[in-house]
């Protein structure tokens, strides 16, 4: 008798935003760009397998999760604690001022730089969200979550059982990747890989 196919988690990244300065940062929608780059995440060989589909609750994740979900039928599950880790002390900054926090964030886990969350505190809530989405997703297909760029480098060094580093961040600078892991075993099947193929 073999065994029952493993199950899935698809840690999935949302595509380019659309960037205002002026718009609070977990309000900023998906670009056409985005959008388009979603739509070609769609026709991935592994989607037609989802049985569950979450997203965080910022609306660049939301917009991601809600156009898989027009293409599957599938209901959008929102947790606020797949949100992007706590950077409102500084709310937007100017890409070059950003960058530097990132690197420190990610260097300095046990600090909060400039009164954004710490690495350490923001890798123990997304991973004890993962945790909550395998152990309510309904049915016995994947599981899609829609969610962050640096929460997803803090979940995916903790899978490879590697300390808090940017090595782990996503490739390239607007966002639209994934990665994939065993939601038994939590072995990761394949690092990061673009949306659009």
Not at 80 to 102: H, K, V
Request: with cysteine.
């Amino acid at each position: 008798m073999s065994a029952p196919p493993a199950r899935i988690v698809y840690f999935i990244t949302h595509p380019n935003v659309v960037i205002d300065p002026g718009v609070t940062i977990t309000e900023w929608p998906l670009s056409p760009l985005g959008r388009m780059r979603m739509v070609k995440a769609c026709v991935c060989p592994w989607v037609p397998a989802l049985s569950a589909l979450y997203s965080s609750a910022e609306r660049k994740a939301l917009d991601g999760a809600e156009i898989l979900s027009a293409a599957i039928g599938l209901p959008v599950r929102v947790r606020a604690d797949l949100g992007e880790n706590d950077r409102s002390a500084t709310g937007y900054l100017p890409p070059a001022e950003f960058e530097g926090l990132a690197d420190r964030f990610f260097a300095e886990p046990e600090r909060s730089i400039r009164g954004w969350g710490r690495a350490v505190d923001e890798q123990a809530r997304i991973v004890g969200a993962i945790d909550a989405v395998i152990a309510e997703a309904p049915g016995k297909g994947g599981i899609a979550v829609v969610s962050h760029g640096a929460v997803g480098a803090l979940l995916l060094a903790q899978l490879l059982g590697e300390a808090i580093s940017r090595r782990f961040d996503q490739p390239g600078s607007g966002g639209g990747n994934f990665f994939a892991f065993d939601a038994d075993s939590r072995a990761v099947l394949h690092a990061w890989r673009p949306i659009d193929g």
